[in-house]
């Protein structure tokens, strides 16, 4: 069982549960001479496609002989995606814009920027999976190329 005690000395609170919380809360609260507390019952399922991007910023310059890779490690409980279930988009004002196709190595998504390496490819880019028809879209990872020299 999970307890929980949260305190707050006046307005509303929120409280996030993670999967790992599943089972029983005991919310808390102290007002002005008062106590309170009730048991919460926390459920849910697990996500059946978890998409987690290896950083969050990435910065590469024009040029430059080194990687610049953007990738993302995707698991499902729903079946095994692949290179062609997985898309990178380059997002324009929030919404999914440009896409191009990533390579797979095991659980790992991977966009590469090699003769593309241009500092009108900086942006926010996402990954969107499909597995079995349905649609997973991972938080967006900032790629900012710095022009040469």
């Known amino acids: ?16 549960a993670e999967y790992g919380d599943k089972g029983t809360c005991t919310c808390s609260a102290e007002g002005q001479g008062t106590t309170d507390s009730v048991d919460i019952q ?3 399922v ?7 991007p290896k950083v969050t910023e990435l910065t590469c310059k024009q040029g430059d002989a080194s990687r610049c890779v953007i990738e993302f490690d995707v698991t499902s409980t729903i079946g095994d ?10 997002l324009k004002d929030g919404e999914l814009d440009e896409k191009s196709s990533s390579s797979k ?8 920027f090699g003769q593309w390496k241009k500092p009108s490819r900086s942006g926010q880019y996402v990954v ?3 597995v079995k028809g349905k649609t997973y879209q991972s938080e967006p990872v900032t790629l900012t190329v710095l022009p040469k020299d």
């Open 1 to 16: 069982d999970i307890k929980h005690q949260h305190q707050k000395s006046r307005g509303s609170s929120g409280i996030n």
């Open 42 to 44: 926390v459920g849910g």
């Open 46 to 52: 697990e996500n059946e496609v978890t998409i987690t």
């Open 81 to 90: 995606p692949g290179a062609n279930d997985v898309k990178f988009w380059k």
């Open 105 to 112: 190595e095991g659980n790992t998504f991977s966009r590469v």
């Open 128 to 130: 969107v999976v499909t």
